[in-house]
């Protein structure tokens, strides 16, 4: 069988004299397709093209929601701004639609950072704005730019959660790089770990057989836990991969 196609949504830079190019270019870090390339699978990198959504899900056996600095309107959720914050309304547009498509399948789905917090909202969830004016006492919750790899806090696994399942551990240390996170949990969205200040660290579907948002950066492989949720993901993928070609063998006349 081939490997297995994943897609990994993309960030986009708006032109500038003084980046890549004076036009508008998408990226992405390379850590997120390195890892899936060494784990097997094949990365597919999706520009935001919302035509091409139902196709993407057709050739696909999981989606990564990347990370980003962009945060997400608060006004999609249903709250005022409490203070200005980079957003990125395209980039929005586009990953809610894929998820909203995606999660009508049972397709595995891994959120990671941004893409934790986009898939709490787009299943009916609100956020947390920015953690330093909104939560007393916050932990750093920011690894220094040079190193964003780097081990920042402790984080307590709740014992009936996926990921538990995944990690075998109730406390684990991560990196850390966000300013947001989730504050009123969506539809089926879960709890699965939580930092010593109150700031949930991770959730997941309750309905599926692998929807999990981290807010750590598992891709940058800073401990043996952030290989062992990407080893889960791909399980999970070639699962469903073996899935779906039964379902094809079996309609064949």
């Keep these: 069988m081939q490997r297995p196609i994943i897609l990994i949504t993309l960030d986009i830079q708006y032109g500038s004299k003084d980046g890549y190019s004076n036009r508008d270019w998408y990226c992405l870090r390379a850590d997120y397709s390195r890892t899936i390339r060494d784990l097997g ?3 597919f990198l999706t520009p935001y093209s919302t035509p091409s959504i139902k196709h993407y899900l057709e050739i696909a056996d999981g989606i990564i929601f990347s990370g980003s600095d962009s945060n997400i309107r608060p006004e999609t959720y249903g709250e005022k701004p409490i203070k200005k914050l980079l957003y990125n309304e395209l980039r929005f547009n586009f990953e809610s639609i894929l998820m909203s498509e ?3 399948t049972n397709i595995p789905m891994l959120g990671i950072c941004a893409g934790e917090q986009l898939m709490n909202v787009v299943c009916g ?4 704005q920015h953690i330093p004016e909104q939560i007393p006492n916050a932990l750093n919750h920011k690894s220094t730019d040079a190193n964003r790899a780097e081990l920042v806090h402790n984080i307590t696994i709740d014992k009936n959660t996926k990921l ?3 990690i075998g551990e109730t406390e684990i240390v991560v990196n850390s790089t966000h300013n947001q996170a989730v504050k009123t949990t969506g539809k089926n969205i879960k709890i699965s770990a939580t930092a010593k200040d109150g700031v949930h660290e991770a ?3 309750t309905n599926k057989e692998f929807c999990i948002g981290v807010e750590w950066h598992p891709e940058l492989h800073s401990s043996k836990h952030d290989t062992k949720i990407f080893t889960a993901f791909m399980e999970a ?3 469903y991969k073996q899935n779906k070609y039964d379902k094809f063998i079996n309609h064949m006349p």
């Design 203 to 205: 959730i997941e579907h």
């Design 237 to 239: 993928v070639k699962k």
């Design 41 to 43: 699978g094949t990365p």
């Design 164 to 166: 538990f399942e995944i």
């Design 102 to 104: 995606a999660l009508k």
């Design 125 to 128: 969830g609100t956020l947390i």
